[in-house]
């Protein structure tokens, strides 16, 4: 494994994204960080926009796969970008729980359905 890729920084910001999608952090923070444009709510753009930099980010070696230990789980699947895409794309229509294409911060924070 080339040199560039054991980087402790990048591993240490890798950790760090794959706790905040699993763990149920600051909320506020959370709602803000996804809420890119401020405006109060989250889109699907702005949810899938968040999803894909934490893919981008524990994507060490770019080719657009999440390989197990990528994933820091022993015996997760691997992972495809638009396979990623497709799932948090039905996890927010899940979330959205008046159906009005937007997330609310009640609705982002709600526990995963
Ligand atoms: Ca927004
Ligand atoms: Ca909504």
Redesign the pocket.
């Known amino acids: 494994m080339p040199a560039e890729r054991r980087r402790p920084r990048r591993r240490l910001l890798a950790a760090a994204l794959a706790a905040l999608l699993a763990a149920p952090v600051a909320a506020s923070d959370y709602f803000s960080a996804v809420d890119l444009d401020g405006d109060g709510r989250v889109s699907l753009d702005e949810f899938l926009e968040r999803m894909g930099f934490a893919f981008g980010q524990m994507d060490l070696d770019g080719n657009d796969v999440l390989e197990p230990h990528e994933q820091h789980v022993p015996d997760a699947p691997r992972i495809t970008r638009a396979e990623h895409e497709a799932r948090f794309t039905a996890q927010f229509h899940r979330q959205?729980?008046?159906?009005?294409?937007?997330?609310?911060r009640a609705?982002l924070l709600a526990p995963p359905r």
């Open positions: 959205d729980g008046n159906g009005d294409g937007y997330l609310s609705e």
